[in-house]
């Protein structure tokens, strides 16, 4: 009975934090929009993040980062038209195709997308090690690519 208790119960609590996750965006990304590229860190706004990050379960604004790192990884490897897991050198290669079949693009933008994605496809993105978390990411799909994934995930 414990061995079927604690996979659950982990499950349970991963689930949680992305919930968790998808809530404290909504109130950060206000906040977050307003900060200037390359400025310096503001106490105040670092206590507003943390006060978020901790009202929505986390322990600091730190590990509220590195969940969504790590689902905007996961969604990174997603089709967008099946919603289904690709891995993301698949997706790459998907918008590289779409790129140069563009007939409306500029040449310049299209050059500049075309050096993009060549340079991402150089550094592949790390391995997901729980392949638990695609199956969270799937379950979540709609939600995360509207929260975390932008204008990439149309």
């Known amino acids: 009975m414990r061995e079927f208790v604690r996979p659950a119960a982990f499950a349970l609590s991963i689930a949680c934090l992305v919930e968790s996750a998808l809530a404290a965006t909504k109130e950060m990304d206000p906040i977050t929009a307003k900060i200037a590229e390359n400025a310096k860190p503001d106490p105040k706004i670092t206590a507003q993040l943390e006060g978020i990050a901790r009202k929505s379960g986390f322990a600091s604004f730190d590990e509220y980062n590195n969940v969504v790192d ?50 991402a496809l150089k550094y592949p993105a790390p391995a997901i090690e729980n392949k638990g978390n695609i199956d969270l990411v799937t379950k979540y799909y709609d939600k995360l690519a509207e929260a975390f994934g932008g204008d990439d995930q149309q």
């Open 70 to 119: 790590n689902i905007s990884l996961v969604l990174g490897g997603f089709d967008p038209a099946t919603k289904k897991y690709v891995g993301s050198d698949a997706v790459l290669k998907a918008q590289l195709a779409q790129v140069q079949a563009d007939k409306k693009m500029s040449a310049k933008d299209k050059k500049e997308a075309l050096a993009d994605i060549n340079e």
